[in-house]
């Protein structure tokens, strides 16, 4: 290992036997082949000469840790203080593995894969620019430059494309790649319909069985209501949900609203924020059915018999891990902190399900939890219901479970909260290859205030400053050591978190910490506009029988025994209150006071022993019992599959809408504060709709304010260089801004 590293990293090696000063509290000693770096005396760090990822780690604490500026620290290992600055960024963004390889790219590689070269020869072929392709498959526009000038392109005389357009079966130039390959043999459905507000012949043949999904036909028009929604479709295109749902789900059978027509009702719907099918009442159903390509949306009733039919094949499970899957492999970069927390849903209705504890309203009551999975910018990845509202420490396994069949063999950091403190759980969680991060539950030892430190940083963009005290903690009895980094506040608490991973600097472990408010942000935010916490089904289905749960007779004896207690605290009150005021020179002995107050005794005594029966009874009865000798009638529970596949439908939607938050912010300067309030107001937006022959214009109205038509048209410029067909059509969508009146 150390050989490679040496190849990737050339640099003129310092004689062995010398010391380097690299300021006047530090310096560096080079001997037998080791270097040892020394401050005030006390040994930093030792390592293998050519080791050049400890070298990093060592530059980077040195500068971290305030015991040299980055220019000392340059000066002293032999590169320029770019170098330096770099091995920082790299480091605080993913960590010690980060200083394991070179930067840039490496010398003697081609940049694109075999099967990129010939993707880019095809998309050349189509006559696609080389901005375009670079859109497309994610790289830059130089890279796909010079691979084009690598394999001797040349560009087609109009003779050539004549001949090339003559071909049995022709291409369509205008359409991209994914076009050709998304519909199943780049066949998208066809209509036999010639007017957009009359389909009446798909509608017959899908009553005589012979349409399984209307094609989409767009109408023309101008200040079409709420159609700047169709901004989202890109995403939604790219978050692969269409393909997915038909590989998953096939077909709904013969239908003039499909399969594919249903999702994207689902999907445009949520982010129009009509949060239940009966929102569907009040809206035109022929302007929804613009937005579809159809001459009317479908009614409450229909789409209710569709969201039927799909929970009946119960694929809901299967049907969100492939859509993890997809984003996974699209977006592992951001996998690196996985975010997990449950979220209670408060039931209403008639039936007897179990309790659990919401904390936003500080009370128990019959609900349903669901466990979401985050990435470390907060989007969600998927999620999974709790059977009987168990516990984050019992669903922890089963949610790793799922993200190892996710992300692989890789390393990747859960973070929770208290919820899910055990530490003979954590043991076998970093046994299991992932790492853990989360705040500490319990009693535990205050750090004394003279060992906290002010650590000061850049993360993601932000100044961060914390005051922070580092130590390591034992567990299980000693047998169990973990990293400890409190934080102080001003007002003198003090945070606990405890990790696994000490390649992190604390500033980087509190960060990572204190970002699980991105997930309770997420919550409250599907809560006010996508209505997570909305019933979506009333049926219930068989619950185990068999199941314990906490025994209600021995809640009942927990109950009298506090009554008990407080009775006698009260009588011993009162019996204390006559032993203070005894007049001593009429009762002098302590049997007279007994006599007088004979009453106050008999009844003290007699709370004494109704407190020693009723804790007799309590030890006797079984802390849990069967549900089944609880609850009175059927074990039921609500039915799980409409509901999860509703939330699946808007995870999709917010992912989508945090997309576009992601491409709108190089072009909005408060997109921070303000990004899903712009979108939101885009996707609500009139806009005129044009068809052309290759292409469907969105032409959006104004915004509020300049700046944000600006941002608004620069965001669209930007969704038109992926030349995104409409699904379920071979139209590119193309969209822009009108110009301000």
């Not at 290992?77 to 960024?89: A, I, K, Y």
């Not at 949900?241 to 949520?270: K, W």
């Not at 420490?393 to 990747?412: F, Q, S, Y």
Request: glycine share 8%; hydrophobic share 40%; charged share 25%.
């Amino acid at each position: 290992m150390a050989e490679l590293q040496q190849e990737l990293f050339t640099r003129k090696r310092t004689p062995d036997g010398t010391t380097v000063v690299v300021n006047e509290r530090c310096l560096v000693r080079n001997r037998d082949g080791h270097r040892v770096v020394v401050v005030s005396g006390v040994v930093l760090a030792q390592y293998t000469v050519g080791d050049h990822m400890a070298e990093a780690h060592v530059m980077v604490n040195l500068c971290e840790q305030g015991w040299a500026d980055q220019n000392d620290v340059a000066r002293a290992f032999g590169c320029t203080s770019r170098t330096v600055r770099r091995h920082q960024e790299r480091f605080a963004e993913n960590g010690l593995a980060a200083l394991g390889h070179g930067g840039g790219f490496p010398r003697g590689r081609s940049r694109l894969r075999p099967s990129r070269t010939r993707l880019v020869g095809r998309l050349k072929s189509e006559g696609l620019s080389n901005r375009a392709i670079a859109a497309q498959i994610g790289v830059t526009e130089k890279s796909v430059r010079k691979l084009v000038r690598r394999m001797g392109w040349t560009e087609r005389t109009p003779e050539q494309e004549s001949l090339a357009l003559g071909r049995s079966e022709p291409a369509d130039p205008n359409l991209s790649a994914f076009a050709q390959t998304a519909f199943g043999g780049g066949t998208p459905p066809v209509s036999l319909d010639t007017d957009p507000a009359d389909r009446g012949g798909d509608r017959l043949l899908a009553y005589l069985g012979l349409l399984d999904d209307a094609a989409p036909l767009f109408r023309a028009g101008t200040r079409v209501p709420r159609a700047g929604v169709l901004l989202a479709l890109p995403a939604l295109t790219e978050s692969g949900v269409f393909d997915i749902a038909r590989e998953v789900y096939g077909s709904i059978g013969p239908a003039f609203y499909g399969l594919r027509t249903t999702v994207v009702a689902m999907l445009l719907m949520a982010l129009l924020r009509l949060k239940r099918p009966e929102a569907l009442k009040e809206h035109s159903p022929g302007d929804l059915g613009r937005l579809l390509g159809l001459d009317r949306a479908p009614e409450v009733k229909t789409l209710r018999r569709k969201l039927i039919r799909l929970a009946a094949l119960g694929r809901a499970t299967e049907f969100g891990r492939a859509l993890a899957k997809h984003r996974v492999e699209a977006r592992g970069a951001t996998l690196g902190f996985l975010y997990v927390d449950g979220h209670v849903r408060a039931y209403h209705g008639k039936h007897s399900l179990p309790k659990a504890h919401l904390a936003r309203m500080r009370i128990a009551m019959p609900a349903t939890t669901d466990y979401w999975t985050n990435d470390q910018h907060g989007d969600p990845l998927f999620v999974v219901t709790a059977e009987a509202n168990a516990g984050l420490v019992t669903m922890l396994p089963l949610l790793l479970a799922e993200v190892r069949g996710l992300v692989g063999v890789r390393r990747v950091t859960v973070v929770f909260d208290r919820g899910g403190w055990s530490p003979a759980l954590f043991q076998k969680i970093i046994q299991d290859g992932f790492d853990v991060l989360t705040y500490r539950k319990g009693r535990w030892r205050r750090v004394p205030k003279s060992r906290f430190r002010i650590h000061k940083g850049v993360i993601e963009g932000r100044k961060i400053s914390y005051a922070l005290a580092d130590q390591g903690i034992a567990l299980l009895g000693g047998k169990f050591r973990m990293r400890q980094v409190t934080r102080l506040s001003g007002d003198g608490h003090q945070t606990p978190i405890v990790t696994s991973r000490r390649d992190l600097s604390a500033l980087q472990v509190t960060h990572r910490m204190f970002d699980r408010w991105r997930q309770e942000n997420f919550f409250k935010y599907l809560r006010e506009e996508y209505a997570l916490d909305a019933l979506a089904d009333h049926a219930v289905v068989p619950d185990n029988p068999t199941r314990d749960v906490p025994n209600p007779v021995r809640r009942r004896l927990d109950d009298k025994i506090r009554e008990a207690r407080a009775e006698i605290a009260s009588l011993e009150a009162q019996y204390g209150q006559k032993a203070l005021a005894n007049p001593e020179t009429v009762r002098k002995t302590m049997r007279g006071f007994k006599i007088a107050h004979g009453k106050l005794g008999q009844a003290l005594r007699a709370a004494t022993r109704r407190l020693v029966a009723l804790r007799r009874r309590r030890a006797a009865a079984p802390a849990r019992v069967p549900v089944a000798d609880v609850v009175e009638g059927e074990v039921v529970k609500l039915a799980p599959e409409k509901k999860h596949l509703s939330s699946i439908v808007k995870m999709v939607a917010y992912q989508a809408e945090s997309d576009l938050v992601r491409l709108l912010a190089p072009h909005y300067r408060r997109a921070d504060d303000e990004g899903r309030t712009l979108i939101q107001s885009a996707l609500a937006d009139s806009a005129d709709i044009e068809v052309t022959k290759h292409e469907l214009r969105i032409t959006l109205a104004p915004l509020s304010s300049a700046h944000r038509t600006l941002a608004l048209a620069a965001l669209c410029d930007t969704l038109n260089l992926a030349r995104t067909p409409s699904p379920g059509s071979r139209l590119l969508l193309r969209y822009e801004v009108a110009p301000a009146p």
